[in-house]
């Protein structure tokens, strides 16, 4: 049984910063791609951030120079170091594997408010 388990979430002052991070099960992690996407109401699920198995990264425009995705296949993880967080950064956050195969996890919640 797949399982990516998220967690990190909360609520962050503007200007703050908050890491999250994705605990996966069931697959074997070294070989898939690794993700967050991002879904605020109203608004389609975006692609935050990915890191390939060879440690490729791609970010989404917003989040470029404020966002860092790590993994640590050992402990088959996959984070999210966000900082210079924005009100806009609101959103369920949500971890993805992809290989062939695609999984997603329960999503956590990040609130940017004052």
């Known amino acids: 049984q797949v399982q990516l388990v998220e967690s990190g979430g909360g609520l962050v002052q503007p200007g703050g910063s908050l890491r999250l991070s994705c605990k996966a099960s069931?697959?074997?992690?070294?070989?898939?791609?690794m993700g967050w996407y991002r879904q605020s109401p109203g608004k389609q699920r975006e692609l935050v951030a990915s890191?390939?198995?060879?440690?490729?990264?791609t970010y989404g425009e917003s989040v470029k120079g404020r966002f860092t995705v790590s993994r640590d296949d050992a402990e088959r993880t996959v984070d999210l170091q966000m900082s210079s967080l924005k009100p806009e950064d609101t959103a369920v956050y949500y971890c993805?594997?992809?290989?062939?195969?695609?999984?997603w996890g329960q999503g956590t919640q990040v609130a940017v408010s004052s």
């Open positions: 993805n594997a992809h290989g062939g195969l695609e999984f």
């Open positions: 069931g697959i074997i992690f070294g070989v898939y791609t």
């Open positions: 890191i390939t198995s060879r440690r490729d990264t």
